[in-house]
């Protein structure tokens, strides 16, 4: 019998693409779906219908407020599943996963911290990161007299070319971010894929390597004073905004179901 495939997150037309090149029956869900692990076997609703189906393969492609249990849940299943969920379980909360990251990239800058609803002052231009999201959220940058809502970490203004370094399966590239103010990002119309830096390549894969995940992207900063820093940990990359890149991932998936 053909294993059941779980397609969970990935944009529509994506998914189509798998469907069509995997012989064997799909549920698909575009956010997080009911589920069920008992006996280690994972039960996932219905795509249409009431009711669940026991599936043997997951692929999983997306951040949503509430999917650290999903994820957590898949890593008790120990089933199949693109990626890693104990590795995505250790990379989801982006602040924790960003210290983690500290202690192994190369480019560890200095950080600190600061509790909620604290008021305080810096004599520098400095960035506070909180919370879960990615693409620019829950950053605020100030020089003086600041009073955080969260936890916030807080790091240095670091002037330079902000790039993004993708790794998935085998096969890397870079992007330059772009914005239209301090905050750069992979969806602005001038992001564009470059020549890739070795350096930080290296560090990226050591990285990969060290939260055992299939694919990563990575966000650093490349100093005007030459010296590169690692602003983010991404454990879900956008595959959607170049070609290329969609490309890869098509062809890793593909790789990876073929050894199913």
């Known amino acids: 019998m053909k294993k059941r495939l779980c397609i969970i997150g990935l944009e529509q037309e994506l998914a189509a693409q798998i469907k069509k090149s995997y012989f064997g029956p799909v549920i698909y869900h575009v956010c997080i779906p009911k589920f069920i692990v008992n006996k280690g076997i994972l039960y996932i609703e219905k795509s249409n219908g009431v009711g669940f189906l026991p599936v043997d393969i997951v692929l999983f492609h997306g951040i949503y407020e509430n999917d650290l249990d999903f994820i957590t849940a898949l890593t008790i299943w120990k089933g199949a599943c693109f990626p890693n969920p104990y590795a995505m379980m250790n990379c989801r909360l982006k602040l924790p996963c960003l210290a983690r990251a500290l202690r192994v990239s190369k480019y560890n800058s200095i950080r600190g911290m600061v ?3 604290t008021t305080f002052r810096v004599d520098r231009d400095t960035v506070a990161k909180w919370g879960n999201w990615h693409c620019g959220e829950n ?13 916030s970490v807080l790091e240095p203004f670091f002037e330079g070319k902000a790039v993004r370094i993708v790794s ?4 890397h590239l870079q992007i330059n971010l772009d914005g239209n103010d301090w905050l750069k990002s992979i969806h602005h119309p001038d992001a564009e894929i470059t020549d890739i830096d070795s350096e930080l390549l290296e560090d990226t894969l050591n990285l990969k390597r060290s939260f055992g995940m299939e694919m990563i992207a990575n966000d650093y900063i490349i100093g005007v004073d030459g010296q590169n820093h690692l602003l983010e940990v991404n454990h879900i990359p956008n595959v959607t905004r170049f070609e290329r890149l969609q490309t890869i991932y098509l062809e890793e998936v593909k790789r990876w179901l073929d050894d199913q």
Not at 139 to 151: G, L, V
């Open 115 to 117: 509790s909620p609803e």
């Open 139 to 151: 950053k605020h940058r100030f020089d003086s007299n600041w009073t955080s809502t969260e936890a």
């Open 168 to 171: 998935i399966g085998d096969q």
